[in-house]
């Protein structure tokens, strides 16, 4: 490639990196084009992708002769490096990154050479409402360790609510009793002797690290967001649908009360979900509810979930996680001890077509 600095490269990217994206094959680098500003053909040559600190794969592309004036352009398929997972899993805080794209001659010689910032997150941080909203549901790990724990506690309040021990998620087809269980989760996780802590300010859209179940445990100190997400893991693994909802400042959870689901993941409506609520469809409760001293009853909790709904303005949306799932957003694997165990996504029942 003879012509210096004649290239012009434009790249669409996530400015983030995290565990979630990798274990859920989350592309980092979307598209590129390549084009030659010069009056004169310039190549064939080759363009060679790295991070700093490595965390992808070092990725070389063929690049043919480009005419003057002549635009290439690169998918996915072709530009994305493969994102490595070690890296990423003990990063334990937020770092800066770069990404290189350097563009070689057929000598060799560097033509171009394009340096591109974006974040490492710590391995449990989320990186908020601004990207890839779907991904919050990796963070929701209904087979951790700590969870399975919590089941007989589950059992025994729904034993105490109903004389039943069966979670059995939507296979009664009562609704009344799905909303017992769910119930008997929230007073399980209630029983925990858990303390509030306040969120980082507009942790919606900069986003912030979610404690794991375990953390959880171990401190008994959680925010809104990381007992949202330990309810919804509980909800999944006794077999119901739960949700994440998120507006400003706040997070809560709901759960479906009957075997559906919305058409997509993404709810951007908090009255698609207040109609729901009011066709005894969904059932939207306070997640903090269990961390109040002493907790919250249910009943109340509920009460004030369908509230927050009411506050449309702040809304900023719900995420189905069922939908989730099948949209291929796994549930991250636990990491224990400094290192990762994989554990396998809660199976997921037959369900009938979304509605």
């Known amino acids: 490639m003879s012509t210096p600095f004649s290239l ?17 094959d989350v592309p980092f680098i979307r598209s590129m084009s390549i084009a030659n500003l010069g009056a004169e053909p310039v190549g064939p040559g080759l363009l060679r992708v790295t991070t700093s600190p490595e965390s992808t794969l070092p990725l070389e592309i063929p690049l043919p002769c480009l005419a003057a004036g002549e635009m290439l352009e690169l998918g996915t398929e072709r530009v994305n490096p493969r994102i490595l997972r070690d890296p990423l899993v003990r990063l334990e805080e937020r770092e800066r990154g770069e990404l290189h794209l350097v563009v070689l001659g057929e000598t060799g010689a560097e033509e171009l050479h394009q340096v591109l910032p974006f974040d490492l997150l710590a391995y449990n941080e989320w990186m908020g409402v601004g990207q890839l909203r779907e991904i919050l549901g990796a963070f929701v790990m209904p087979n951790h360790p700590t969870v399975e724990t919590l089941m007989p506690v589950i059992v025994e309040r729904l034993r ?53 179940p375990d953390q959880i445990q171990a401190t008994g100190v959680a925010t809104c967001l990381d007992l949202a997400v330990l309810l919804a893991a509980m909800l999944e693994h006794v077999g119901l649908a739960p949700f994440l909802l998120l507006k400003e400042g706040h997070a809560w959870v709901a759960v479906w009360l009957s075997d559906q689901s919305f058409d997509e993941a993404v709810v951007p409506s908090a009255v698609a979900l207040r109609t729901r609520c009011a066709l005894g469809e969904v059932l939207a409760f306070e997640a903090t509810g269990v961390a109040c001293s002493p907790p919250l009853p249910f009943a109340e909790a509920c009460a004030r979930g369908l509230d927050h709904l009411r506050q449309v303005s702040s809304f900023q949306y719900a995420l189905d996680v069922r939908m989730a799932r099948r949209m291929g957003i796994r549930p991250m694997p636990a990491r224990l001890r400094g290192d990762v165990s994989v554990l396998p996504s809660t199976p997921q029942a037959a369900s009938p077509e979304p509605t």
């Open 160 to 212: 105490e609510r109903t004389t039943q021990t069966a979670l059995d998620g939507y296979q009664s087809q009562d609704r009344d009793y799905v909303r017992e269980q769910a119930a008997a989760v929230y007073e399980a996780l209630a029983l925990q002797s858990l303390s509030y802590a306040s969120p980082p300010p507009s942790f919606e859209r900069t986003g912030q690290k979610i404690r794991t």
């Open 8 to 24: 012009e490269l434009d790249v669409q990217y996530c400015p983030v990196l995290n565990f979630a994206m990798e274990q859920n």
